[in-house]
């Protein structure tokens, strides 16, 4: 053969090696609004792309070994979804006094490309350098919540609705739109407008849920976190009192164009073209998850709002519980092998308190990751914080040494008065009626951390949860 037949030969063979040694990994962050998910892209995406000078990544294998040769960030392979907002985020995060990264309410994403050594022999006699394209997708556990909607008719729902209205504050936030609901015949042709005010009621009543009684089980999820369906007429719809449905007249079969008619038309709608859209738009195409959860906030603001965080989670969970439930088999073909579940913000409580907060969390699991367990998916449970906003250390009172936090409260931006914060222990097992009467907590919300374009933000464990997602991609 020809030197020249030989060396086109040789580089086809590297070619094709180079190709096979491109990897694929789309990694989902969820999470009810509120638990981190912004900041854990943001310092996710931060770590990886200051590469190699990164020296803040010791439990991953890779960096830790210098394998990891450096990142970039690429265009996404979706033109249809928004992009992660991550320059916006950096420069709240570098403003002075720097700011936590905005918030946002839909799906995004972000490519990044890894550069690193193949860490086996074998990978490496193929080529030094190998190739991990990096999908990072952001979306709201809330609209996991919506799962249950698709077993149900829009009757079974409002009688769910009606069933759920304890305890008595919510009640009374509900009368706004119930009140509306009086001024309408159910069965008389629909008006597009009253529609769309006692929808409007609706969703007040939901947000109100959410933030004043720092609930997070709100149904149908997209009403309070609409992402690109804002303002869209799907979202124009809400549930009758069941009395009105089990009287003769409502019992009977809904004229399409009358409220009832129309009412069910859309529930049924939302479950078909936002629902289970997107499990098959998305869900089905998550390689790896990680669910954050703040365990914090919610012993903060009470027993209810702790119960109701805890039934949220274990019901996001079910998503991932796909061999029992017909229903969604039949949505999307299992793919997700490793979830990570995280306690985000443990930089809001001293560093002996983390193993306490990855007890508390999974007891709060427990009934989810059995199911989860089941399938088969890998899961690990962790206390992290993306980007760490404390300094801890001792403090001495009375020649006493007590562990302590030191930031910049939220509240004190203006001031940027630096305060000592003893933040009480984390209970290690779900709290009993005793601890909400104590209730000797103080988890206020601290500003964010100076951040700069030279140094990879301050973290607590986000190494450990790149080895877990990402470490076997290396090889
Ligand atoms: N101290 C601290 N606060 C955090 C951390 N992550 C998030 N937060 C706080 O929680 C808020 C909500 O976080 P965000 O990432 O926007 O939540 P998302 O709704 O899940 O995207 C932020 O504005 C911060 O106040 C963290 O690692 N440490
Ligand atoms: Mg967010």
Known sequence: ??????????????????????????????GL???????????????????????????????RKQGFLGAKRVPQPHLHLASFDYLGGMQALQSQPPRWPSPTDGVSELRLKLRYSPQSLIWRKLSHTATLNLDIVDYPGEWLLDLPLLNMTY???????ANNLQPARKAELAKNWQ???LNIDIHSPA?????????????????????????????????????????????????????????????????????LGLLEQRFEYYKEHVVK??????????????VLVDCLSPLNSGHQSFCDMQLAINQILHSFNYG?????RRLFAPKIDKLVFAASKADHVTPEQHDKLVQLLSQLIA????????????????????????????????????????????????SQKVTTVFPGEVPASLPKPEFWQQQGFEFSPFQAPQANSFEALPHIRIDQAIEFLLGDKFK
């Not at 009757?155 to 609705?161: D, G, K, L, R």
Request: charged share 20%.
């Open 324 to 328: 029992q439930t017909s229903l969604l």
């Open 367 to 414: 009934e989810g990751k059995r199911h989860v367990k089941f399938e088969g998916i890998s899961t690990q449970t962790m206390a992290l914080a993306s980007i760490k906003a404390t300094q801890s250390g001792k403090v001495q009172i009375n020649s006493q040494s007590f562990s302590a936090l030191k930031g910049i409260l939220q509240s004190d931006a203006d």
């Open 33 to 63: 609004s509120g638990a981190g998910k912004t900041a854990f892209i943001t310092s996710l995406v931060n770590q990886l792309l200051l590469g190699a000078e990164n020296h803040q990544l010791p439990l991953w294998t890779l960096a």
């Open 191 to 259: 008006d597009e407008n009253t529609l769309a005010d006692i929808a409007k009621a609706y969703t007040e009543y939901l947000h109100r849920c959410k933030d004043e009684l720092g609930l997070h089980h709100i149904q149908p999820g997209r009403f309070v976190l609409p992402g690109e369906l804002a303002g869209a007429p799907i979202l124009a719809f809400f549930p009758l009192p069941p009395a009105l449905l089990s009287e003769p007249s409502g019992s009977r079969k809904a004229q399409k164009s009358s409220y």
């Open 179 to 181: 009140d509306l609901l």
């Open 155 to 161: 009757q079974q729902w409002c009688e769910h609705i």
């Open 277 to 290: 859209q997107f499990y098959r738009q998305h869900f089905v195409k998550f390689d790896r998850q990680i």
């Open 1 to 30: 053969m020809s030197p020249s037949r030989l060396s086109r030969l040789g580089a086809k063979a590297d070619e094709l090696a180079k190709l096979s040694m491109d990897k694929q990994l789309r990694l989902a962050v969820t």
